[in-house]
Each structure stands twice: as structure tokens, then as C-alpha cells.
């Protein structure tokens, strides 16, 4: 023991003699015989060595035999368990590739398991808001693109045509059918022959999916188009099929003739869940479609020539339209869409008639200067639901319209309108400005359409139908005997021609099919030259009606005409545009170009005026919507963006940014484009990061040089001056310019931006936001992320308002309980991810003056010379309720040049 420790010191170190690395030592051998007990009796075994050593190594090879088998036992047995662990892997992460690495053989740079894009499953409809739907898939988008019987590359080219563009915005009350004329009119541009669809070449899970190209798009389409008559002449497949096809592709159960094939079209404008789940429109949607005037077909020329006719026939035109909300917490939805549209379709409920929020509507399309196109809608309901006779059919249709007329008078005479410019704003189907309509069945007409459908029946061409129509509304009656209208009837109870030439085939329509008479049925729609298949009248009601009524009506004609007869191009509406939305001075080129609608080969100014914001599918990004007043916005263009707080003398709200995306927006998929020219929508992506709700968008330069003025002569402006005085007449909101040809406009301004919402509509009530409430994150460390949602939910709602009390309360105004239940899921959802905590919806209120101060407060200077004194006294009666009407504005342009006053 003691030559033991004499090895190893007292921290168990060895301190005893060296031995070589690769050989052996031990304390004790092999029979427990420490080192000095060996040496001792090694040599009484000298005898016995040689005997001893062969012993030796007769042990040491089967020693490492059994080493060797004992290593590949230990061997076999871990790939046995690696085996058996995989196999429980496997069977607990079912579906699942399992990798097991031993060693690192990869880069460092490269991730162990490569990241894949997470799938994205697409649904198209909810039942509850707060589950199923996520930023994700919120949003329905077009994974492949439609069947429109129109060119998107011909459309692009068409979109320079300033003349034969319409920018119209569709407004009505909460369920009066906006949305419901919306889809028909998809519904008419989808080409129904060609079944191929141009899909996507991204990946269908992401949320590019509803992104297309122009340049593609028109390479595709040839290939489909190739396809598909080569597929039409294969294939000889009747409707009864191609409804089984469709029901057996779409696990659609019943009848092979079930409602939901015709209403694949339903709210498509709707692109949200929560749209779909709610069934009503929250957020305004734009959709660009191309449509042809047809009703002057087969009509002959020299009647066309003599009401001047000749230059709409046959033609196309881009009509960008806007379905807006018909909530009153949604107003300002529709706000957004009116500053940058020429004409207002109202839609009227024939059986509700004016409402509040038609009243609001066609009060500020006339403070706005925008025509108003009516639309009396639900027809069918007087037929089906009141079962009224024709006669008080007409009575009720009427009334209908002389209310919208009294409204319009009341409002014009607030304003003092003069009467040519009332005249202007009344409404009649005599005007052409009236058009009759049943969405759900398909029925759109006016009084000339249906006379182009009696010139049809009885192959009467020659008739003039502008001269027809005239005799089909009022007082008229057809004296059958000498073939001419009468203004008084010539025997008692005698229809009038509205009623006899209208109404009465329109209840026949809708009696013999609800009824089911097919015996009146055939005979009836041989006099309108309509014979339908065997397979047809399997249809149910709802389809067959819709089927009847499209053959009849001819689809969109009524509508095309009424919209081009009634809605000014952006070139003949743009000097009155400007006059309304530019907050800048009129006597600048930058104001000229406006008023002349000029594109970029005409003028190198660009002006852009962004009214709405909308993120992309999966809420990462947020993209500006507006319409270019002067000039091309081109992609890749460097752009300054100007926001609402931006001054000639503040520039703070400033930011230069480069455009890298241009989209056509088509609601449910987009078509990016290399350029867009003056008087069209744009959608722009890539400056979104500098923006909040309104902007203006412009490539002009800032100039400093104020003292030297660069003028343009008016002498190659000689179609600025009007055509009786030479003089045109610019209206400001305090001045009005009279410049005649010797005036000189001013090429050294800085460009200006466009009056907010905020600041533009003061005279309507329902865009103040009154209610509030609070809000905070249940985790705290989610601030930031509730922050960054508060911020898009600003951007993303136009009359949206937040931000932190003294309290350290984050709050957030709208315009009402629904307003703020939309924002929250929002916040919830799309835009913060995360669970917040809310307090009960308050209505805020601002203190008022109702009584003279009692004593005059004061204030002094710093050397004490000089004093104010102030009192406190309520405004005017006469003078509030101009405030309340909107006839004195409170928000006065400050950008105002004091030189012109002094």
C-alpha cells in the first residue's frame, strides 16, 4: 500500500516513473498481485514460464475473438434499436419524412431541413368570423384566370383612349341591390364557350395566386383559344352533361339542374370572409370591364346621322367601376369612389324607396358636381312579392321616382342652384337617365332598349327609337285603330303605353314561368323570336327566368347606353374634377394639365390622386388605389409622394419612393401592367410604407426659384377659353380667375396636393367618427405588434382615427358599433395577430357655447404694454345652420398666397 501511494500525489497525480505511451500499466495483475508481490515470486515461477506464456497467448486470442463478436453484437443491437426508434417515429409523426443524422455533412451556411412554402387552403365561405379564416386565406382571390370574352392587352391599349373611358362608382341603401348589378355585369363579360382557364404558373398556395400579366396573358390566351376549338369540335357534350360534370367536379348533390350553377357569381365583388359571413359590403371594390354599345345596331345610318348617332355604334369602352357599401358606417366608402368617378349610379329599392343613405348620397353628388344615373332595381318584387297590377305597378314606379326628384329640388334650391343646372339633376326615364332593373332575374331596360326590342321583333329598322321611347312614359296611349299615341285615354280604364308595351309582357314572363304554364309559355316567347331546348324547362324557376329575361334583354345594352348618353369621359369631366378635388392654385400648368386630362406624350407633369388603400392576400403588404389626373405612371418610376399635412411652406410630409408594381384591379385578381395613362384607375405597390389614408402622388420637381416666374403663353392654348366669351372662369373655393388669352399661367409652381377626406366632406353627417373605444393587448410584451396593426387599420379605413390618451389608453374612433367590430376583427385577424382586450363602445362628445361669458379673460405681453381680452359666445343661429348644411366650410385651403389679398 505504501509503494502505492508513493505513485500518486496528494491530487492524484502520478509521480512514478515513466512508461512508454503505448504500453500497459496496472496497479495489480491479473491474479490480484500488486507489482512488488509479483517481482518476488517471479523467480519460483521460472520453471514454469515457457509453459506459462504459451498459456498466455492461447488466452489473448480467444480474448479477442470474443472481443470481436462482443463488437459486432453491440453493433447489430444499436441498428437494431435505430431501426425499431425510426419505426415508432414513424408511426407517431404519421405522414411525416423522418431524417436521422449522425453527422453534420452539410454547409454551414445551409439550413438542416430546407423551409417549404406552408400550404394555404382557399375557402369561400365562413360561418362564424372568429374561426376557420386567417390572414392567410381571408381574402377569395382567382387562382386561375377568368373566361372574359374580352382581351386584357386590348384593354390595356384602350385604357389610352381617353374618350371612350367611363369611371363610374354603383351607390345605394344597405340591400338594394348594388352588389347583386355588379355580378350580372361580370356575369355578361364571361365567355361561356371557352372552358379553359389560364392558370397561374406561381404556386397555387400562395398568396401571388390572383396576380397576372398583361405581356402572359396574351400569349396564354392564344394557346387556350387554340385549345378550346379543338376541344368544341372533339367534343359534342349537351348542358344536361356538362351540369352533371359540373355537380359530380363540385360534390353538388340533387337534381342535375340545382340553383348553385347559376349562382357561382354570387357577391363577387365581396372579396372578404367576413363580407361573405355578414352579407353586406364593407370595403369599396373597383373591377375594370369592357363592354360594346349595341342597341344602334341594324339600324340605318341616315337615321343615326340625323340625331348625330354615328359615332357610338359598334364601339367599345373601358368602364371602371366601383361597388361601394350601402351601410351608413360604410359612407365613406363610397366618399373615396365618388372624388375619383364622373357619374353616381343610384340604386333604388323600388319597394323601399329613399332611404337616409340615398339621401346622403345624392346630397353630396350634387355639392361634388357629379352626374346621378337612377337605378330603380327589384322590379320582380312588385310582381311577386306585392303582386301589384300593372296599373299601380306604374303608380308605385313613379312615386318612386318624384320622391328622388324632391329630394334633388330641395337640395339644389340649399345650394341656389340656378334652374338650368337643377334641370340638369333631375331624373326621368324621358331623359334617359332612368333604368329599370330585377338583378337577381337578370332585367335591365330603359325606354329606348325596349323600343330597340319591338324594332327588332317586327323587323322595324327605320323606326327611329330615340323618337319611339318618348311615347312609352306618362300620360300616352296607343290608339290601336289609327296607329298613333294620344295624351288622353279613349276608353275607360285604358293602359297606358308603359303599361302595355312594358309591364304587361314583363308579368306575363315572370306569371307563365312561376306558374309553370308552359302551354302560354312557348307561343308568348315565339312573339319575342326566343324558342328554348326541351332540357331548359328542367331548369328550375330562378335559372329559367334569369335565362329568358338575358335572351330578351340583350344583356347589358340598356346599361351601356344609359352610362355613355349620361356619364362625361374623364376628358370632358377633368376641368370640373380639378375644380373639386385640387387644393393647389389654378393659374399653374400643373392645374392645366389637369383640366385637360393630358397624358405623358402630351405633357411630362404627373399628378396622381390616391383615395384608398388595400393589402394583399396574406396582409403583408399595403397597396395605394387612385386614379392619374395628368400625365403615365410607368413602373420603376421615382415619384414624390406628398401627404396630407404636406404645404408649400412645410414639406415635412414628403418622401421620395420608386414604383415597382402597376395592377389593373380586377377585384378578385390583378393584371400588372408596364404603364397607365391619364384618366384611368391604379393600383400601385411598393411606396406603401410612407403613406396614411389620402395621398398625392407627382413627379414634379420642387423649385426654390420663386423671385423668377416662367410663363407659358396662352396662344397655343387657344381651346382653354369658352366658346361664347373667350373667358374661362377657374373656381376656387374663395375666388373665381377670369383668364382671357392675354393671361399668362405660371410653369414655376410647386405642385399641390388633393383635399383630404377628412376636410372634403364636412357637410354630411354620418362621416364623423363618434364612436370610441380602448384597447390593449392581453400579453403586454404584444404592444409593438398591436402598434403595427393600429397603424395599418389607419391606413385601411378612411374616417378611421387612433390614438393614446393622456392615460396612456390606446383608443380608436369610427363611425359606429359595426365600423369598430369590422376594425377590431381586423386588428384581431389580419393585421396584428393577436388577442386584445376592449372596453365597451362610447359615444364622444365635444363641449359647445350655449350662453355669452360672464367676465372677459385676458392675456399680457411679456413687458406688460399690451393686452388681449376675449370672450365666449354661441355663433349665429342662420350662421350654424349654414355650418350644419355645408354652405360655409370650416376647413378653408391654408395654403393661401397672402399677395393676393393684399
Known amino acids: 500500500m505504501d509503494t502505492k501511494n508513493n505513485l500518486y500525489d496528494e491530487f492524484g497525480n502520478y509521480i512514478g516513473d515513466d512508461i512508454d505511451s503505448d504500453e500497459e500499466y496496472s496497479d495489480y495483475n491479473e491474479d490480484g498481485m500488486s507489482d512488488g508481490e509479483y517481482s518476488k515470486g517471479s523467480s519460483n515461477n521460472d520453471d514454469n514460464e515457457e509453459d506459462n506464456d504459451d498459456d498466455n497467448e492461447e488466452d489473448n486470442e480467444e480474448d479477442d475473438e470474443e472481443d470481436n463478436e462482443e463488437d459486432n453484437d453491440d453493433k447489430s443491437g444499436k441498428r437494431n434499436k435505430l431501426i425499431e426508434n425510426m419505426d415508432e417515429l414513424q408511426k407517431v409523426y404519421d405522414g411525416v419524412e423522418v431524417f436521422v443524422e449522425e453527422e453534420d455533412t452539410q454547409d454551414i451556411e445551409e439550413a438542416t431541413i430546407n423551409k417549404i412554402n406552408a400550404n394555404v387552403e382557399r375557402i369561400s ?74 392558370s397561374n404558373n406561381r404556386n397555387k398556395n400562395s398568396s401571388t395566386v390572383s396576380f397576372f400579366n398583361v405581356n402572359n396573358i396574351n400569349e396564354i390566351s392564344e394557346k387556350s383559344n387554340y385549345l378550346s376549338n379543338i376541344s368544341r369540335k372533339k367534343k359534342n357534350i349537351n348542358s344536361s352533361q356538362i351540369i352533371n360534370n359540373y355537380n359530380n367536379n363540385n360534390n353538388i348533390k340533387g337534381t342535375p ?37 349595341r342597341i344602334y345596331e341594324n339600324i340605318p345610318n341616315n337615321i343615326l346621322l340625323n340625331k348625330k348617332k354615328d359615332n357610338v355604334k359598334y364601339k367599345s369602352y373601358l368602364f371602371n367601376i366601383i361597388d361601394t357599401p350601402g351601410h351608413v ?33 345624392i346630397k353630396a353628388c350634387i355639392y361634388e358636381n357629379v352626374k346621378i344615373i ?4 327589384c322590379i320582380d318584387k312588385l310582381i311577386m312579392d306585392l303582386r301589384l297590377p300593372p296599373n299601380d305597378a306604374y303608380h308605385k314606379i313613379n312615386y318612386t321616382i318624384e320622391e328622388i326628384n324632391m329630394k334633388i329640388e330641395s337640395i339644389c334650391d340649399l345650394l341656389n342652384k340656378s ?54 312614359w306618362g300620360d300616352i296611349y296607343y290608339d290601336e285603330e289609327n296607329f298613333t299615341f294620344v295624351k288622353s285615354p279613349l276608353y275607360a280604364n285604358q293602359k297606358r303605353t308603359f303599361v302595355e308595351f312594358i309591364l304587361n309582357p314583363l308579368y306575363k314572363i315572370f306569371g307563365y314561368v312561376c306558374s309553370e304554364e308552359k302551354e302560354f309559355l312557348i307561343p308568348f316567347l315565339q312573339s319575342f323570336n326566343i324558342s328554348l331546348k326541351k332540357s331548359d324547362y328542367l331548369y328550375n324557376t330562378k335559372y329559367l327566368l334569369k335565362k329568358i329575361n338575358g335572351m330578351i334583354f340583350q344583356d347589358t345594352t340598356a346599361f351601356v347606353d344609359i352610362i355613355i348618353d349620361n356619364c362625361p369621359s374623364p376628358l370632358d369631366n377633368a376641368k370640373n374634377k380639378t375644380l373639386q378635388i385640387y387644393s393647389g392654385s389654378l393659374k399653374t400648368k400643373i392645374s392645366y394639365d389637369m383640366m385637360k386630362c393630358m397624358k405623358g406624350d402630351e405633357t411630362d407633369n404627373l399628378m396622381i390622386y390616391i383615395i384608398k388603400n388595400y393589402h394583399r392576400p396574406e396582409c403583408g403588404m399595403i397597396d395605394l388605389f387612385g386614379r392619374v389626373m395628368c400625365g403615365t405612371i410607368k413602373k420603376g418610376q421615382s415619384v414624390r409622394i406628398l401627404g396630407e399635412g404636406y404645404t408649400l411652406n412645410d414639406d415635412e410630409d414628403m418622401i421620395t419612393r420608386v414604383i415597382t408594381h402597376l395592377w389593373i384591379y380586377e377585384g378578385r385578381y390583378r393584371i400588372e401592367v408596364d404603364e397607365i395613362p391619364a384618366g384611368n384607375f391604379c393600383l400601385i405597390g411598393g411606396i406603401d410604407i410612407c403613406i396614411n389614408k389620402t395621398c398625392t402622388i407627382t413627379n414634379v420637381k420642387i423649385k426654390t426659384n420663386k423671385n423668377k416666374e416662367d410663363h407659358v403663353n396662352l396662344n397655343w392654348y387657344d381651346d382653354l377659353n369658352d366658346d361664347d366669351n373667350n373667358i374661362v372662369k377657374y373656381k376656387n373655393d374663395k375666388d373665381i380667375y377670369n383668364l382671357d388669352k392675354s393671361a399668362l399661367l405660371n410653369d414655376n409652381e410647386n405642385a399641390e396636393i388633393f383635399y383630404p377626406l377628412h376636410k372634403k366632406f364636412r357637410y354630411l353627417n354620418c362621416v364623423n367618427s363618434v364612436f370610441k373605444v380602448a384597447c390593449e393587448p392581453i400579453n403586454p410584451s404584444e404592444l409593438p405588434k398591436m402598434l403595427e396593426g393600429l397603424r395599418k ?21 369610427g363611425t359606429g358599433e359595426l365600423y369598430l367590430d369590422c376594425i377590431l376583427h381586423d386588428l384581431r385577424k389580419l393585421y396584428g395577430d393577436l ?40 355663433v349665429q343661429k342662420e350662421l350654424g345652420d349654414d355650418i350644419v348644411q355645408g354652405l360655409v366650410h370650416l376647413n378653408e385651403d391654408q395654403n393661401l398666397n397672402v399677395n393676393e389679398y393684399i
Do not use: W
Request: charged share 25%; with cysteine; proline share 3%.
Open 125 to 198: 365561405f365562413i360561418k362564424k368570423l372568429d374561426v376557420e379564416a386567417n390572414r392567410k386565406n381571408f381574402d377569395l382571390v382567382e387562382t386561375s384566370l377568368p373566361n372574359n370574352n374580352f382581351s386584357f392587352k386590348y384593354l390595356s391599349e384602350l385604357m389610352k383612349q381617353t374618350s371612350f373611358i367611363r369611371n363610374i362608382c354603383i351607390a345605394g341603401h344597405f340591400h338594394h341591390g348594388k352588389t347583386t348589378i355588379v355580378d350580372r355585369l361580370i356575369e355578361y363579360t364571361r365567355d361561356k364557350k371557352n372552358n379553359i382557364r389560364i
Open 257 to 293: 339542374y340545382n340553383s348553385k350553377i347559376i349562382d357561382h357569381l354570387i357577391n363577387y365583388t365581396d372579396t372578404r370572409l367576413d363580407e361573405q359571413a355578414r352579407g353586406l359590403s364593407i370595403k369599396a371594390m373597383p373591377i375594370s370591364l369592357l363592354f360594346s354599345n
Open 329 to 361: 358606417n360604410f359612407f365613406d366608402e363610397f366618399l373615396c369612389s365618388l372624388n375619383i368617378c364622373e357619374c353616381c349610379c343610384l340604386v333604388v329599392d323600388v319597394v323601399d324607396g329613399c332611404m337616409y343613405v340615398t339621401e346622403n348620397i
Open 374 to 377: 337612377l337605378i330603380i332595381n
Open 419 to 472: 334652374n338650368a343646372e337643377k334641370k340638369d339633376f333631375l331624373l326621368s326615364p324621358l331623359k334617359n337617365n332612368v333604368l329599370f332593373s330585377s338583378s337577381i332575374y337578370g332585367v335591365f331596360f330603359t325606354l329606348k332598349s325596349f323600343s330597340k326590342i319591338y324594332c327588332n321583333i317586327y323587323n322595324a329598322y327605320n323606326i327611329d327609337i330615340d323618337e319611339f321611347s318618348l311615347y312609352l
Open 793 to 813: 387599420i389607419d391606413k385601411v379605413y378612411p374616417l378611421s382615427s387612433t390614438k393614446v390618451e393622456e392615460s396612456g389608453e390606446h383608443i380608436i374612433l
Open 835 to 874: 388577442e386584445i382586450k376592449v372596453s365597451d363602445p362610447v359615444v364622444q362628445f365635444n363641449e359647445t357655447i350655449i350662453e355669452t361669458s360672464a367676465l372677459n379673460c385676458f392675456a399680457e405681453t411679456p413687458n406688460k404694454k399690451n393686452k388681449i381680452y376675449m370672450i365666449a359666445e354661441p
